[in-house]
């Protein structure tokens, strides 16, 4: 079982910067294998922010290509999302995913019905 625990979120003005970490327990992870951050704000759906996988391949959403770098510690096992120059529309709760399967990362990155592993959110506030 791969536990993920999120943490990191908080309130800060646009224009800011907060760096999102992704505690993980890999019990269940093979070599290879994909790591994601996804968000939600109210009302709208699930969408992936950015995506890292076993071979340091990375993808990022359009919206925060540029602002955010997804990278992760393996001896802390522990996955980052960086983001700079924060907007008011980066408001969500921001939810860590992991999938088995490295492919997932090349081609089904923010599909979130592809990751098996999910963490309980932490919430990002973005005021102007």
């Known amino acids: 079982q791969v536990q993920l625990a999120e943490s990191g979120g908080g309130s800060v003005q646009a224009g800011g910067s907060l760096r999102l970490s992704c505690a993980y327990r890999?019990?269940?992870?093979?070599?290879?294998?994909?790591m994601a951050w996804f968000r939600q704000a109210p009302g709208k759906e699930r969408e992936g922010v950015a995506a890292?996988?076993?071979?340091?391949?990375?993808r990022y959403a359009d919206s925060v290509n540029g602002r955010v770098t997804i990278s992760r510690d393996e001896g802390r096992n522990t996955l980052y999302l960086q983001m700079n120059s924060l907007k008011p529309e980066d408001t969500a709760m921001y939810y860590c995913?992991?999938?088995?399967?490295?492919?997932?990362?090349?081609?089904?990155?923010?599909?979130?019905?592809?990751?098996?592993?999910w963490g309980q959110g932490t919430q990002v506030t973005v005021s102007s």
């Open positions: 890292l996988g076993s071979d340091r391949s990375a």
């Open positions: 995913a992991a999938s088995p399967a490295l492919r997932v990362c090349w081609w089904y990155y923010n599909v979130n019905s592809r990751y098996t592993y």
């Open positions: 890999s019990g269940h992870i093979p070599g290879r294998y994909c």
